[in-house]
C-alpha cells in the first residue's frame, strides 16, 4: 500500500513539474492506466492553481534573481519571439495546449499570467490541456510500452 502511494506521489510530482515524464514515470511504476491520468492532471492543476495565485510577485522573482546573478535580461530570444507568435495566432489556447508538451506547467501558466490572463481562464484551459495530453501520452506510452516491453 505505502509503495502504491510513493508511485501516485512521484507521478503526481512529476507532472506538476515536467507534464511530459509523467505517463512514462506511471508506466514505468506499473500503474493502470486511469491511476495515471487521475495523478497527471493532479499533478498539472495544482501547478496551474498556485501559479496564478503567485503570478507577478514570481515574475519579479525571477527576473530579480536572473539580474543578481549578472546576466542580462534578453528582450527578443527565439524562445520568447515563438511564444509571442503562439499568443497571437491561438491566445490562452494554444498556450495551454503546447504547455505539457512544449513548455513545463510552470512555465505554461507564467506565460499566461505575465500576458494578463484572468486565474479562472488558466485553471480551464490548463484543465482541458491536462485531459487532452494526459489521455494521449498515458495510452500513447501504454500501447507502445506493451509493444516494446511486452509486459
Do not use: H
Not at 511530459?20 to 486511469?34: D, H, Q, R, W
Not at 491511476?35 to 507577478?56: D, K, R, Y
Not at 495566432?89 to 513548455?103: E, N, V
Not at 488558466?122 to 482541458?128: D, E
Request: proline content about 5%.
Amino acid at each position: 500500500m505505502m509503495q502504491k502511494l510513493i508511485s501516485y506521489l512521484s507521478v503526481y510530482l512529476m507532472a506538476s513539474v515536467k507534464f511530459a515524464l509523467a505517463p512514462p514515470m506511471g508506466y514505468g511504476l506499473k500503474l493502470s492506466p486511469i491511476e495515471i491520468i487521475i495523478c497527471t492532471i493532479a499533478g498539472m492543476m495544482t501547478t496551474a492553481t498556485i501559479v496564478p495565485v503567485l503570478g507577478q510577485k514570481l515574475i519579479i522573482y525571477l527576473r530579480n534573481r536572473r539580474l543578481k546573478k549578472g546576466k542580462p535580461i534578453k528582450v527578443f530570444t527565439p524562445r520568447k519571439r515563438m511564444i509571442v507568435k503562439i499568443w497571437q495566432k491561438f491566445s490562452i489556447w494554444g498556450i495551454a495546449l503546447l504547455t505539457p508538451i512544449l513548455f513545463s506547467p510552470i512555465v505554461g501558466c507564467i506565460i499566461a499570467v505575465s500576458f494578463g490572463v484572468k486565474r479562472n481562464k488558466i485553471l480551464l484551459t490548463m484543465f482541458v490541456s491536462a485531459v487532452f495530453w494526459a489521455l494521449v501520452m498515458t495510452f500513447g506510452v501504454n500501447f507502445f510500452g506493451d509493444i516494446f516491453f511486452k509486459k
